[in-house]
């Protein structure tokens, strides 16, 4: 018999906060980011929460900013990021949860539209092993400034986590998939289980129409 798997999106579930917010404060007290920088940041996480914002866009205008950076270097920071800044705001249902698929055999995977060095920390604090992410261009070991299509957002996030299913033997219409997001919807309706949790006011309209459980961490 096939394991099944279990999905969680990042922001907003297993971690609390949006982990954009927390990565600009983070930039902010190392002096590396502006208080213009920070309002900016602000404003797509608002456009994103009501689902109006145009991510390639901004997933551009985001990642200009690492043109050239050394990406172990970076590695590094993002590790001391979450050690600092976003360990503190991992949730307690989040890690049951976690605990309660792999105990039952079930792969674990975090499905996120954030970056691989976000989400990373976070999969080794839980013990998730699987990690989908929007990848970000590398070359010579260092950023281009550039993410790799598709984003994982939208229906690219169901294709990479149905990607990933095909790696790993595992099959989306058997699946759970815990988010917070209206934005994930194509992958909410691939599942056998869709969990909205910290619902955002779309995705809490949808959930309950289509009786889907709906869940506070």
Same mark, same amino acid.
């Not at 990642?63 to 050394?70: E, H, M, Q, V, W």
């Not at 976003?86 to 996120?112: M, S």
């Not at 080794?124 to 990848?135: D, M, N």
């Not at 598709?150 to 058997?174: I, N, T, V, W």
């Given at each position: #018999?096939?394991?099944? $798997?279990?999905?969680?999106?990042?922001?907003? =579930?297993?971690?609390?906060?949006?982990?954009?917010?927390?990565? +600009?404060?983070?930039?902010?007290?190392? !002096?590396?980011?502006? *208080?213009?920088?920070?309002? &900016?940041?602000?404003?797509?996480?608002?456009?994103?929460?009501?689902?109006?914002?145009?991510?390639?866009?901004?997933?551009?205008?985001?990642?200009? %900013?690492?043109?050239?950076?050394?990406? !172990?270097?970076? #590695?590094?920071?993002?590790?001391?990021?979450?050690?600092?800044?976003?360990?503190?705001?991992? $949730?307690? !249902? !989040?890690?049951?949860?976690?605990?309660?698929?792999?105990?039952?055999?079930? *792969?674990?995977?975090?499905?996120?539209?954030? %970056?691989?060095?976000?989400?990373?920390?976070?999969?080794?604090?839980?013990?998730?092993?699987?990690?989908?992410?929007?990848?970000?261009?590398?070359?010579?070991?260092?950023? =281009?400034?550039?993410? &790799?299509?598709?984003?994982?957002?939208?229906?690219?996030?169901?294709?990479?986590?149905?990607? #990933?299913?095909?790696?790993?033997?595992?099959?989306?219409?058997?699946?759970?998939?815990?988010?917070?997001? $209206?934005?994930?919807?194509?992958? *909410?309706?691939?599942? $056998?289980?869709?969990?909205?949790?910290?619902?955002?006011?779309?995705?809490?309209? +949808?959930?309950?129409?289509?009786?889907?459980?709906?869940?506070?961490?």
């Amino acid at each position: #018999m096939a394991r099944r $798997a279990a999905l969680f999106d990042l922001d907003r =579930t297993l971690v609390r906060r949006e982990t954009a917010g927390l990565f +600009i404060r983070y930039q902010r007290d190392r !002096g590396e980011a502006t *208080f213009r920088d920070a309002l &900016r940041v602000a404003w797509w996480v608002l456009q994103y929460t009501l689902g109006v914002i145009d991510a390639p866009r901004v997933a551009e205008r985001a990642l200009a %900013s690492l043109a050239g950076r050394d990406e !172990g270097e970076f #590695m590094r920071s993002c590790e001391d990021w979450f050690r600092r800044y976003v360990r503190q705001h991992l $949730a307690e !249902g !989040g890690r049951r949860a976690v605990d309660r698929h792999r105990r039952n055999g079930e *792969f674990v995977v975090i499905v996120t539209g954030a %970056s691989p060095y976000a989400a990373w920390p976070v999969a080794r604090e839980l013990g998730i092993e699987h990690v989908v992410a929007t990848e970000l261009e590398v070359v010579d070991g260092r950023f =281009t400034g550039k993410p &790799r299509y598709p984003l994982c957002y939208g229906h690219g996030k169901l294709l990479r986590a149905s990607q #990933m299913g095909d790696r790993l033997g595992f099959a989306l219409a058997e699946a759970s998939f815990y988010s917070d997001s $209206a934005t994930d919807l194509p992958l *909410f309706e691939r599942v $056998a289980r869709p969990v909205a949790i910290n619902p955002d006011l779309r995705l809490r309209w +949808i959930a309950r129409r289509r009786g889907w459980p709906i869940e506070r961490w």
